[in-house]
Nanobody, 123 residues
Framework: QVQLVESGGGLVQTGGSLRLSCAASGRTFVDWRMGWFRQAPGKERDFVAAITRSPLRTGYADSVKGRFTISRDNAKNTVYLQMNSLNPEDTAVYYC????????????????WGQGTQVTVSS
């Protein structure tokens, strides 16, 4: 059974930064495609960023390009989302997702999801 546990959310002021972490169980983490999604109140869950297995490729939603960075540490079975220059529109529950296959960063299904971590950006 794969488990994903997010951490690092919280309250931050506009212009601030946060780093989200997602710790994954499973022996084949190194082969997984990992993604971050977010869901704001009353809205659908949206793609934020994704990272493939090696050779690493990353992809981002247009709304976060240049501000957010996704990375992974296979030795720690952890994927990160560094979020800079945050603004109130980034307020949402952020979810980590994993899929055992796929060398692409846009589209595709994710088999496993975390419980989410709240990010709130005050104006």
């Amino acid at each position: 059974q794969v488990q994903l546990v997010e951490s690092g959310g919280g309250l931050v002021q506009t212009g601030g930064s946060l780093r989200l972490s997602c710790a994954a169980s499973g022996r084949t983490f190194v082969d997984w495609r990992m993604g971050w999604f977010r869901q704001a109140p009353g809205k659908e869950r949206d793609f934020v960023a994704a990272i493939t297995r090696s050779p690493l490729r990353t992809g981002y939603a247009d709304s976060v390009k240049g501000r957010f960075t996704i990375s992974r540490d296979n030795a720690k079975n952890t994927v990160y989302l560094q979020m800079n220059s945050l603004n109130p529109e980034d307020t949402a529950v952020y979810y980590c997702a994993a899929n055992p296959s796929g060398d692409y960063v846009y589209g595709g299904e994710y088999s496993y999801w975390g419980q989410g971590t709240q990010v709130t950006v005050s104006s």
